[in-house]
């Protein structure tokens, strides 16, 4: 069991930055992979940013290359998403999802459990 809670949400404007840490609770964190997920209004949920057991692999969303950097501490147990050069079309909920695969999953399918998410909005 891993339970999951999002913080560093808010609104910024466009070109700001912010930072999203996940903290979890279990004993078998490490062996998860680690996805950052995002939900705007009246669209489905779209993975942002995930992450290996051991940090070995990363993947982005092409729209956030080179914009936002996904990172995780094992001892800490927590995954943070530091954002830079918002848009506005980065505004939504995002959740933060742990998956048993470990490799880093894209899919929110693949996810075994999921944050209550936190709101970042960017106005222009």
């Known amino acids: 069991q891993v339970q999951l809670v999002e913080s560093g949400g808010g609104l910024v404007q466009a070109g700001g930055s912010l930072r999203l840490s996940c903290a979890a609770s279990g004993r078998t964190f490490s062996n998860y992979g680690m996805g950052w997920f995002r939900q705007a209004p009246g669209k489905e949920r779209e993975f942002v940013a995930v992450i290996s057991w051991n940090s070995g692999r990363t993947v982005y969303t092409d729209s956030v290359k080179g914009r936002f950097n996904i990172s995780r501490d094992n001892v800490k147990k927590t995954v943070s998403l530091q954002m830079n050069s918002l848009k506005p079309e980065d505004t939504a909920v995002y959740y933060c999802?742990?998956?048993?695969?470990?490799?880093?999953?894209?899919?929110?399918?693949?996810?075994?459990?999921w944050g209550q998410g936190t709101q970042v909005t960017v106005s222009s």
């Open positions: 999802g742990a998956e048993g695969y470990g490799v880093g999953m894209t899919s929110p399918d693949d996810y075994d459990y």
